[in-house]
């Protein structure tokens, strides 16, 4: 992709519906049920394709209903294995090992392995579906899962782990008896998950908090979903915007899901404020550097870290950014620092020293949330910006460039 710069920028765009990170979660819960399962807002990204062929691979048909919705039919036989081609393409796929050890009494699902921005362990899944009493083993590449009948049981997660929430959640619903899952992740993802799955019939109380509660039942039925708007596209906006200059409103999201961004960009002297359908904002140049920790949520989200650097490395001043939810996940700054970016990297820990403008250059995107940090940084670089490994950022943006060039953004196929 070629960036060169490009602002103010003007304009409204409607976020996406959440595919990648709330979506697929969704399409792996209907699994539990037999049935029609109709999903809207389902825009088209690189991890639905795999995770539509994880669920084929299973048993389900898929249909397409329209641009952005479709149908998942589950109602024949299942085969609970995902194969490894599909696995490591994507680690959402261990998203179908708790929906299929509930549904059918076992699964085999292959392992993912690590990726570009961390070690990604599995360990509080595993151990969560043991605590239910699912007999688990580790070997060749697979993870092989089977159960008599799953019990409720109290787990305490050593992290909030979003998968291990997910994949504890929809296999809970389904174990006999009252599950607890302390520690739970909080992200807005785990409540709209949690919401489809007492549309399908479940009790689950607590989505949102720390203690998730779930009262087993012996059956869910199917049942329709919309997909949550997309509160990380929503944020590259707003990065955007705060780099570019300009004001712009988004539609189709909740400012409250994304509030330690629109409180961090406030710190950097944008002005950010919630509308009755969306997100107002503009940028008043220039940005002022501010320090960032990435947390679990409600805190800053390690997935808008990557737009944050770049943001820092075109403001006044010095920002200091820890990354504190996986450990490789700053290893994207070098390809800032090949655009002239002044950044000192220790391990979990970054230096950003702002400048005014940056130097376009040859770079790489590492994975899908660094890639949109270089097109954005490339907004403010003289001359060309071409990112080269474009496709990471398809795996999650739907429509990234169609996006920011409404917005005003220069940005083309190379
Ligand atoms: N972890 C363990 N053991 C486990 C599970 C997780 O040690 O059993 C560690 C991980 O290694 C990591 C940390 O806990 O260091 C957080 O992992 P988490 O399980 O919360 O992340 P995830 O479910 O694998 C999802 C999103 C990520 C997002 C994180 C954190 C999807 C498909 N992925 O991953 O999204 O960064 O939650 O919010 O929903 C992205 O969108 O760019 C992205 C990477």
């Known amino acids: 992709m070629r960036v ?24 792996a819960a209907a699994l539990l ?29 898929v249909q397409w209903t329209g641009d952005e919705e479709l149908t998942i039919d589950t109602s024949g036989q299942l085969q609970p294995e995902a194969p490894y081609e599909l696995v490591r393409q ?27 921005i961390g070690s990604r362990r599995l360990d509080m899944h595993f151990r969560g579906l043991e605590a239910m009493g699912a007999e688990l083993t580790v070997e060749h590449g697979f993870v092989d899962a089977r159960c008599n009948a799953l019990c409720g049981a109290r787990i305490v997660l050593e992290f909030p782990s979003v998968g291990a929430t997910e994949n504890l959640l929809t296999a809970a619903v389904l174990a006999k008896g009252e599950t607890v899952i302390e520690n739970a992740a909080r992200e807005p993802e785990i409540t709209d998950l949690t919401a ?12 949102g908090t720390s203690t998730i509660t779930v009262e087993g039942v012996d059956e869910l039925v199917a049942a329709d979903t919309e997909i949550m708007g997309d509160r990380i596209e929503a944020g590259t906006f707003l990065m955007a915007c705060g780099i570019a200059g300009g004001e712009i409103n988004l539609t189709g999201v909740r400012l ?5 961004v629109g409180v961090k960009l406030g710190d950097m002297g944008m002005r950010v404020s919630p509308t009755p359908d969306g997100i107002w904002a503009q940028a008043v140049e220039p940005l002022q550097a501010v320090d960032i920790a990435t947390l679990p949520y409600p805190g800053f989200a390690t997935d808008f870290m990557p737009m944050a650097v770049a943001a820092l490395a075109l403001s006044e001043g010095t920002g200091i950014v820890t990354e504190n939810v996986f450990d490789n996940r700053l290893a994207f700054v070098e390809e800032l620092a090949r655009m002239g970016a002044d950044i000192r990297r220790e391990g979990r820990h970054a230096v950003v020293r702002g400048r005014p403008r ?13 890639g949109a940090a270089l097109a954005l940084a490339g907004m403010k670089a003289d001359g060309e910006t071409v990112i080269d490994d474009w496709f990471h950022v398809e795996r999650g943006y ?3 460039v169609g996006a920011l060039s409404t917005l005003g953004a220069d940005i083309t196929p190379a």
């Open 398 to 400: 739907p429509n990234l």
């Open 33 to 61: 049920a037999s049935g029609v399962t109709h999903v809207r807002n389902l825009p088209r990204v690189r991890d639905l394709d795999v995770m539509l062929d994880v669920l084929r691979a299973v048993g389900a048909t």
């Open 196 to 207: 489809f799955l007492n549309r399908m019939g479940a009790h689950v109380l607590g989505a």
């Open 90 to 116: 994507m680690r959402a796929s261990i998203n179908v090992l708790g929906p299929l050890l509930a549904r059918c009494g076992e699964a085999r699902v292959a392992l993912p392995g690590g990726d570009n």
């Open 4 to 27: 060169r710069p490009a602002g103010p920028l003007r304009g409204t765009v409607k976020v996406s519906g959440a595919t990648k990170n709330s979506g697929l979660k969704q399409l």
């Open 256 to 260: 409250e899901h994304l509030e330690m």
């Open 358 to 370: 940056l130097s376009g250059a040859p770079v790489r995107a590492f994975d899908v949330r660094a």
